[in-house]
Structure formats: structure tokens, C-alpha cells
């Protein structure tokens, strides 16, 4: 755990591509060209979505293996937009997100000061633990939840959909390690001064981590997002379901062959807000991957 | 965490009323929706509870006895041979590093353990018996084969990216956002693309075997090729994930060692072995750490694109505990998997930490 108290130092100009190796770049043409043929190909299981979405529902069941447009039309998009549930979808995934994502980057950032900046009793013990709440498989243990909301009349419900999701013990893991790091000058001037702790906490503390803080907001708001387990679990009622919920629910259903438009409109939708939170945000998300993998 | 106890007499008495304030909301959170939930599954790991009848009866280790026995159990040198093969020249393996280098200790204990799974590995029902309970076989065996396959390549097509990304300039920047893409895509609109992707039918896929005259394939609907399939969805949606952590990895190298290796007249080849690949032992274990417990808990786009079939043949445990506890509403005997399942992944993922550790002070 040494090196760990270096982290938001060493993570921070790594979404750049920094300090530049000295390579031999011989024929960097041929390279690109290598590259940009694998990325185009990456993207093409995209790109066909896309293709699709935008295509005709009827022309489709004569040829769906081209990536031309077939009879170019907003239709399935406008459609989808406006008579299916997707928006209802939409709604509950923002909230969801919305909350869970504010609540994680809160409890976590506290709980990241207590650990990295006070004393106290039982502090090892208690942090040990959260470090052991990493290895707990969230994924294996939605039979008691379950039981817990369904006791309690909570499934399909908003509480129900985020109140477990979040205590994540790697956010605060994360945030104890960039406050452990923070230099013992800058509170001591506010000490002096006779701050406490919550004044310390909310103007100096707070403004310092805020990058490491969106860091963990957008890892945070992606997991969240695309959780599909507990939703699936814990909301029976279409009303209540995510996006992601909602989207993998209809593409069993036998019809899809005929409306396979309409369906890439929707996969469409469904993925275009986190497409676009990355490409705005992509620096502190790959940031945020490289903090939490840190150290453990 | 040495700084805290050598500081600690100076300051213990006064943070303790504070810290309380900052800490309690993750720790009630914290408590009731992770500690809470893992002592409860244990707890119902023991009793038949039943969901549609709200009864619970104590069963004590029926569950178990369910999950892991059978009837007409014998031992034989040679059942699963395909799987004890490869363990014993992987303890060979350990045996022949292990006199290499220091460490007899960590040796032996990997030794043993590969050896005493080898032996477990010869039980099998004979010939008028059988496991009570086949699909939890079946799904902890696809399992493990998702996490051995799919981690490896996972693991080298994510360095081999990084290190393909790993220089300067814009495009570079270009091409890491085109790899990570998938990873921020829902898994169920994965799956939708992948589906239609693999269609025998209309898919793109059928398209480009055809031009190389292989037949169509039905991928999601044959038994040996479901599995395969979703693995390849999988390392397309995550790879990206591991690209950055490696990228992290690569970046912390000091570049000075590639300079002073260029100007002893080093190959490309020889500084990669001495110097890329010590430098990121770090980061490849914990990627390593991270793939497998992902791997062992996966169940979205599996349970999306093939409900564990054909027959049970990509069924993987997390869909078993849903089906039995979800479906057949029998809490308890899920609780039980779930149950068997934290512990697989605490033994794996503490071997795991052992030999980071060791690693990191060695």
C-alpha cells in the first residue's frame, strides 16, 4: 500500500498520452492505416446498429447484411421516441443513475476523510472490512436482498432500485487513497484558524478531490446505467424497469424479425446517452479506471 | 496503513465523535445492503425456504448435500481427463519455477492444492448413479471454462492494444476511444447488435464465413458454439476496460529504461521481455484479479443471448441461483449456491492477492 499514496499524482496526466516513448517510428504511415482499418472494424457492429436503425422495417426483411442504408428513414427513432415506453425507460434510468451515482461520490468521499484524514478507534479494523466488501460478489447476493424488499413491499420501486447500489467500497477506497495523499499544510493554516472538521471537509478537502471525485462519478453512473441483474430482480412492473432492463426484455419476443429497425432504434437510444457522457467525459472516466485499479 | 498506528497515540482521542459523523452513512449503507445481505444468504443457506409459501424449514446441510452430492459416487484414475491434464502440468509448472526460485513454502501449498484438485477431479457417479443435481455441474464447469478461455484473451488483446496506443499524438487518442467504445454500451444493447451480428440468416457474420465457403452456422443454437459465441461478444464489450488499466500500467514505466536499453542496442523484442513485461507485473495481476471475479459472476449477456442453452449448454451459476431462487422460487437451495459462489471467489481472489503481494516485495 505504499505506492498507493501516490496515486492521484501518478494517474493524473495519464489520460494524455504522456511522457512519449523513444521509438523508432519508421513508417508511422502504414501503422495508421493498420489502425484505423482495426478501428473501423471494431466499430462496425456499431456502425451495422446504426445502419439498421435508420433503415426501412419493411426493406429490412428482404436484406439486412449491408451496411447502405436501406430506404433511409427517422422513423423507427421518432417512433420509439414517442409511442413505446423507452422514454418511461429513459426516466427511470436517469433517476436511478442519478441518485445512485450522488449518493456513491457522497458516502464515499466522507467516509474517504474519515479514513484517510482522521484518527480514531477501530479505524484498521473498520477499513479492512470495506477492503474485504471489495471481494463480495454483488452479483451473488441478490437472493437476500431480494427477500429484504420483497418483505418489506419495496420491489418495484425507485428505493428499491437504488438504495443497494450505493455503499460501493471501492469508491471509498478510492477516496481514502487521494486524501492520505493530501499534504498536512493545507488544513493546518485552517486549523489554526479553529475550523472543524466539517469546515475543513467541505472547503478545503472537497474542492481539492474534485477530480477524483468526477473520476468516481462517471465509473459510477456507467456501472449504474448498465447494471442489469438487480433491476431485472427487483422490478417485475414495466414501469419500473431501466433502460437496460427494458431493452433486453423485447428481444426475445418473435416479432423482432419483423421490426428488426425499430429494435436497432431502440439499442440506438438506449446506448446513445452513455456514448455521449463518454465522449465528454472520457478523460476522467479513464481516469477513474486507473484510480480504482490503483492499487488493492 | 503504518502511518496511521505510529501516529496514532499522539491523536486517538479527539476524531472519534467526527469520524462517527463521516462515516455512518456508508457504514449503515454498508451494513444492511452488503454485510447484512452475505450473513444472511449463509444463514438461509440452511433451511428450505420457500418464497411462494413463506415457510422455512431447517434443513441443515441438505442444500449442500444437494448441491455437491450424488448417488453411486466412485473414483477413477482417468474421468475428466481433459480437465486434470492440463492441472498436473500446471503443478509440474509451479514445481519447476518453484526450485528456480526462493520461496519453497508458497511452492509446496500450490503444489497441494493443484494436486489434491486433480484427485477430487477422479469422483463421478458410476454406472447406475448420478449427481443430484446435473445443472449445477453444468453451470460451474461453463463457468470456469468462460473465466479460462475468456481471460487469457482478454488479457493479451488488452496489452497488445495498450501497447498499440501507447505513443503520442491525437490519433493515438483516436483509437484508444474506438477500443474502449463497447465497454460503455449496455449489455443488452450488446447483445441486441450480437445477436443479429450472429444470425444464420441475416447477420454480417454468415456473411464473412461465407466469403471464406464455410457453411452458415446456427452459432447461438449449437451446443459448441453457443459459449464460444458469447465469449467473443464479451472480449469485444470489455476489452477496452483492460486496455486502460494496462495503459495505466505502461505509463508508469520509467521511459528512461527504453532509452538506456536502445542505446545498449537492445531489440524492440528484448525490451519488451526485460523491461515492459516486469514493469507491469503489478498491473497484470490486478488485472488479472478483476477479470476473474468478473468472469465467475457473469450472467447478463449470456442469460440475453442464449438462456444457458442449447439444453444447459452455456449455463453459468449466476443464472442457475436466479432460475432456482427467481423462477422456482426455492430461496434457500440459491442461497447456498450463492453462497459456494462467494466463497470460490474469496479463495481465488486471496491466492490471487498472495501472489501480488509476494510478487510487489520480491
Known amino acids: 500500500m505504499t505506492a498507493a499514496a501516490t496515486a492521484p499524482e501518478a494517474v493524473r496526466d495519464q489520460a494524455r498520452a504522456s511522457s512519449p516513448k523513444p521509438r523508432t517510428r519508421r513508417r508511422p504511415t502504414l501503422f495508421h492505416v493498420f489502425m484505423i482499418v482495426a478501428v473501423v472494424v471494431w466499430l462496425l457492429p456499431i456502425g451495422w446498429m446504426v445502419v439498421l436503425a435508420v433503415s426501412d422495417n419493411h426493406l429490412l426483411q428482404l436484406k439486412t447484411q449491408t451496411l447502405i442504408p436501406q430506404g433511409f428513414t427517422l422513423d423507427n427513432i421518432v417512433t420509439e421516441l414517442r409511442g413505446s415506453r423507452i422514454p418511461r425507460w429513459f426516466l427511470n434510468s436517469v433517476v436511478v443513475t442519478g441518485v445512485t451515482t450522488l449518493g456513491t461520490v457522497v458516502t464515499s468521499a466522507m467516509a474517504g476523510y474519515a479514513f484517510g484524514r482522521l484518527k480514531f478507534r477501530f479505524q484498521t479494523p473498520l477499513f479492512v472490512l470495506t477492503l474485504a466488501g471489495l471481494m463480495v460478489p454483488r452479483e451473488a447476493m441478490f437472493i437476500p436482498l431480494y427477500l429484504m424488499f420483497s418483505e418489506t413491499g419495496q420491489l418495484n420501486s425507485y428505493q428499491g432500485l437504488f438504495l443497494p447500489r450505493i455503499a460501493l467500497p471501492l469508491g471509498v477506497f478510492i477516496m481514502t487513497q487521494f486524501f492520505r495523499a493530501v499534504p498536512h499544510e493545507m488544513e493546518e493554516a485552517a486549523r489554526i484558524d479553529g475550523a472543524g472538521h466539517a469546515r475543513i471537509f467541505l472547503s478545503i478537502m472537497l474542492p481539492l478531490a474534485r477530480p477524483a471525485m468526477a473520476a468516481l462519478a462517471i465509473f459510477a453512473f456507467v456501472q449504474s446505467w448498465n447494471d442489469y441483474l438487480w433491476p431485472l430482480v427487483v422490478a417485475t412492473n414495466p414501469h419500473f424497469f431501466t433502460l437496460t432492463v427494458g431493452l433486453a426484455q423485447q428481444q426475445g419476443s418473435f416479432d423482432a424479425a419483423n421490426s428488426l429497425g425499430s429494435l436497432m432504434a431502440r439499442g440506438l437510444i438506449g446506448s446513445l446517452p452513455l456514448v455521449i457522457v463518454f465522449l465528454l467525459f472520457q478523460r476522467q472516466l479513464i481516469r477513474g479506471i486507473a484510480l480504482g485499479s490503483g492499487e488493492k | ?362
Open chain 2, 1 to 362: 496503513m503504518a502511518e496511521h498506528t505510529a501516529s496514532r497515540g499522539r491523536t486517538a482521542r479527539g476524531d472519534g465523535a467526527a469520524a462517527l459523523v463521516f462515516l455512518s452513512p456508508f457504514l449503515v449503507l454498508a451494513v444492511v445492503f452488503i454485510l447484512y445481505p452475505v450473513g444472511q444468504a449463509l444463514y438461509m443457506s440452511f433451511f428450505d425456504f420457500d418464497l411462494l409459501t413463506q415457510t422455512a424449514t431447517n434443513f441443515g446441510l441438505q442444500n449442500y448435500r444437494e448441491m455437491f452430492g450424488g448417488s453411486d459416487l466412485t473414483w477413477s484414475a482417468t474421468s475428466m481427463l481433459t480437465w486434470r491434464i492440463p492441472l498436473l502440468l500446471l503443478a509440474g509448472a509451479v514445481v519447476v519455477r518453484g526450485t528456480r526460485r526462493p520461496g519453497a513454502k508458497r511452492t509446496l501449498t500450490v503444489v497441494a492444492v493443484l494436486l489434491l484438485l486433480v484427485v477430487a477431479l477422479g469422483v463421478h457417479p458410476g454406472a447406475h448413479g448420478s449427481w443430484n443435481d446435473q445443472r449445477f455441474w453444468a453451470a460451474l464447469q461453463h463457468t470456469i471454462e468462460f473465466t479460462v478461455i475468456s481471460t487469457p484473451l482478454l488479457m493479451a488483446l488488452g496489452l497488445g492494444l495498450a501497447i498499440l496506443v501507447n505513443r503520442p499524438g491525437r490519433l493515438s487518442t483516436v483509437y484508444r476511444t474506438a477500443f474502449f467504445l463497447p465497454y460503455v454500451l449496455p449489455v443488452s444493447v450488446v447483445t441486441l447488435i450480437w445477436i443479429y451480428l450472429l444470425n444464420p440468416d441475416r447477420g454480417l457474420a454468415v456473411k464473412l464465413t461465407d466469403a471464406l465457403g464455410i457453411p452458415p452456422i446456427d452459432y447461438l443454437n449449437s451446443p459448441s458454439f453457443a459459449l464460444p459465441a458469447v465469449i467473443l461478444t464479451t472480449i469485444w464489450w470489455t476489452v477496452g476496460f483492460n486496455l486502460v488499466l494496462f495503459l495505466a500500467g505502461l505509463q508508469d514505466i520509467d521511459p528512461h529504461l527504453y532509452e538506456a536499453a536502445a542505446l545498449d542496442g537492445a531489440s524492440r523484442w528484448a525490451s519488451f521481455v526485460n523491461i515492459t513485461v516486469p514493469g507491469l507485473r503489478r498491473v497484470s495481476m490486478l488485472v488479472l484479479v478483476t477479470q476473474v471475479v468478473a468472469s465467475f459472476q457473469v450472467f447478463g449477456q449470456v442469460y440475453i443471448m442464449t438462456r444457458g442453452g442449447p439444453g444447459d449448454s452455456s449455463l453459468v451459476l449466476i443464472q442457475n441461483v436466479y432460475q432456482t431462487g427467481i423462477r422456482d422460487a426455492k430461496l434457500g437451495y440459491a442461497s447456498a449456491q450463492s453462497i459456494v459462489l462467494l466463497a470460490l471467489i474469496l479463495v481465488v481472489s486471496l491466492v490471487e492477492l498472495r501472489f501480488l503481494r509476494e510478487d510487489a516485495d520480491s
